[in-house]
């Protein structure tokens, strides 16, 4: 069962898959308009992507504009993200996120603020939704009888 369902914001006519395996390094910004999955280890400054897939072993320093973000390893910067992002249970986002919508699965963690747009208004700050998660207040101590 998908609680967040999959749709694009726009059209993608990209057809490009790149994929970083986990033999590889790279240090400079990524910048297509086709998907990238990264197993190996990506830091820079800005990286733009139409889908960007981190794998479970997979680092991504720099912040990242896309339109989809899948993360399952590491990623440390700031997500624009024009539609979903997911957060799998394996995953680390050190960083704050703003996109139309937000998958977090349970063992996920997300260091930073998460900012929901409505789809269709182009992100436009008065129309976001922010989402604050901190610790749980404690329930009051239940009076014996």
Do not use: F
């Amino acid at each position: 069962m998908r609680l967040v369902p999959r749709k694009s914001s726009r059209p993608s006519t990209a057809t490009g898959y790149s994929v970083i395996d986990d033999q590889l390094s790279i240090a400079g910004d990524m910048n297509t308009e086709g998907t990238v999955r990264v197993d190996g280890r990506v830091e820079g400054t800005l990286h733009r992507a139409d889908t960007l897939i981190v794998g479970v072993n997979g680092t991504v320093i720099g912040d990242v504009e896309a339109r989809e973000v899948i993360v399952g390893g590491t990623l440390v910067g700031t997500l624009t993200v024009a539609g979903r992002v997911e957060v799998q249970a394996s995953a680390t986002v050190q960083g704050d996120i703003r996109a139309e919508a937000v998958l977090l699965h349970e063992g996920g963690t997300v260091h930073g603020h998460v900012a929901i747009h409505p789809a269709g208004s182009g992100g436009a700050l008065d129309d976001e939704q922010r989402l604050e998660i901190g610790a749980a207040s404690r329930l009051p101590a239940a009076e014996s009888a």
